[in-house]
């Protein structure tokens, strides 16, 4: 951790630490995928680790990057090619403290067919509200695109395409989510995943009666109460594994 | 373990603990769900852990609560908000003797899809009986709660949604099983969620045969008497794994 | 181990022994399920545990029964109630030298369905010929039976069922898999479940080609003579697990 | 490892073992399947295993082996039966450095299903282009062979099957990727699988949007430069396991 990172509150950067490797320990996040944090005191700054595997990191590897997608400091290692998709969400979404992009394997299905849209199951995903949205890269990269928010101007589309909603789906790539903190992320990462394999399941045994708005809204701010609970089993077993 | 628990038989209240870290292995729960036992010699009392992960519960997290969901101590620590499903099924049902109430997995799709029953696929789960009801939570609380058991009035509707079954499932939510000990209401939440994995499977590939009346009350008599074969097999690996 | 099981070839209670862990290992068995091997030189007696979940056997567990089912000693422990599929299978086919039974959990949809018939969809589960039998337990036991194989009389229809197949389901409860060794027996009890998962995903995409009769018998005898090298790498799994 | 091995960049020896581990860790093989590397020097020769579960395989376990598939030692272990698959394609297709057979799940059910052609759903899997090809080996051996790639001939058909393509399926039998280095190939074969997964679940949710041939060709070559990020991850897993 750098010298600039050691003035920040370590519990932040504890936690992101820990919400790389809870990740990983759940199968959100493979050698692929990332989390970032909001710089408490500097709206226009975030931090995030390096280009690596979110399994592998530790403290000394998260790094600051500014909302243009630089990072802030010239001896800075190699970040991620896709930290647009933090710099432009924190741009457009003043509300926004926490961002975990993955590529969570029951999500991608509800990415690539057009009119499956994921809803929420169950009260413990709320948070999907009326529907996640999908981002399509081919309108903003053209037909033939690595498929990777590499810039500005992509990492913008993509947070036009999530809007006010707390999850955006990537066709053909994963998907995004936003947290007003890094628990609250790490929380709608995990039941995001969870709840799109559930919801297949249900497909398939016929038309699912999926949460009203009122209940998605209730049960959410219920859960928000309770996201300790999670994430203290979960601190325990990265720990437990020597990942934390 | 406080001093007024101390007195209650130790086996009951290690099996509860026990209970606590089989369903979390067996992935039956994962940071929520909570599992209870009545008081043996006073029926209008049960034991249950504080409002914490079930992986994490420990003796000295067991507290009492009464019929009314109320702890029976000023300086109760924070109980679960849904021991309400607890109280009011220990009061409509003076046979039951424990409880599990869980969100896993495979359960959930039965829960959402009008006219997909939970039915026993196996000799394993004979004691789903004729299919499990579900309990619908707008019927009672209207279409904008935040789906959660947080009240007596709820409680004794779920109560009622049970019946004389050993299961009902929870609309968006979940299941709860009973049991006449704690290692049989585990049991049955373990095969419950098997059941459903195994009944969804066999829906695709046609019309499955279910468990007559007949067999489902004759398989569950005779299971209940192999208990302790799961139970043990059980007790170690949470042994071997540090969490008994 | 008791006196009279000391003088068999040790080797034999030992990939007896590793069976019962092996098969917990990879899922085949939970805490049920049960594995025999026919004496070496005593056609009329089988080695079998204890009543006991397989995971936690060990050689002193191991136990003899005669083909009425029937413990070879007074002061035997108590068998497995289903005992008796492994007895009459041994009567009604000479050729069998070990049997696996269990409640594997993709094989019992293909129980349970009418008209979805068990085939061989790889090179690996040749073994299961022109398609596995299933046996109806109704037909001999009646409409409303425990549906266990608890005497002399469903063990032998079941056995019939089996015929000169190498695996038979059991509706509504598991297999039954046969070899002329330990080791083949655990061999088919695992690719049985990976087969009958297989095969339900093939039929969602369309209309499997199964292998040929040929290619069946062909590629069944390719893998006996590579058995080992499974058998080596599961030996290995339950020894570091301390199961071994 | 043998003196001739001795002489080899030691890297290369170590890659190939972590590569069967790795595979093993990941679940794409199991007791059954082989990876193997083109000598550096000498394009005529090829590094794999003797014949053992990949799970288990120690640097002293490879061998060399020519382009007709004989052994380069008149001591040589017993070989693969299939090591035919390697020496043909290589043969073939001089620009292949590394070869993964497996047998891994998911792939299989896309094998047998004509008109199910495994397609890549995500920028993860852009190396299966247009679709992966299917091998059928009843027009090259007849209706009653083995399976098994076990001659010359018949690598040389599996060969063709695959073209140009980075992956080739096999009827009722598994699939074979070729890549750049071992790592290219251990990724492919890794996320073939995880491809064959999602498109079943999509494909059941509706008709998926795959990646146009310009988006495959292009996240191909963008996961390329990101190979060692898994790579790192996968060897710190076999690692702890104590497999490397």
Request: overall charge negative.
């Amino acid at each position: 951790m750098s010298m600039s990172l050691a003035i920040v509150d370590p519990a932040l950067i504890e936690d992101l630490v820990d919400a790389n490797h809870i990740l990983f320990h759940l199968g959100v996040v493979d050698g692929f995928g990332h989390v970032s944090a909001r710089h408490p005191e500097d709206p226009g700054r975030f931090f995030i680790s390096r280009s690596m595997a979110p399994g592998l990191v530790t403290q000394s590897d998260i790094m600051m990057i500014d909302l243009d997608g630089q990072p802030l400091s010239d001896s800075a290692p190699t970040p991620y090619l896709e930290r647009f998709i933090h710099s432009e969400i924190y741009r457009a979404r003043p509300d926004v403290v926490a961002i975990v992009h993955s590529h969570s394997a029951a999500v991608i299905p509800f990415s690539v067919v057009p009119g499956a849209t994921l809803m929420p199951i169950s009260h413990m995903s709320g948070f999907i509200g009326d529907g996640a949205p999908v981002f399509e890269i081919r309108n903003a990269a053209g037909p033939n695109s690595d498929m990777l928010v590499r810039n500005r101007e992509l990492g913008a589309a993509l947070a036009t395409s999530l809007g006010r909603h707390n999850i955006v789906l990537m066709r053909g790539h994963g998907s995004t989510v936003v947290g007003f903190n890094v628990r609250q992320a790490v929380y709608r990462a995990v039941y995001a995943e969870l709840n799109a394999r559930q919801q297949s399941e249900a497909l398939r045994l016929g038309t699912p009666t999926y949460l009203t708005p009122g209940e998605a809204v209730e049960s959410a701010r219920a859960n928000d109460g309770q996201q300790d609970r999670a994430w203290n089993l979960w601190k325990r077993a990265v720990t437990q594994k020597g990942l934390a």
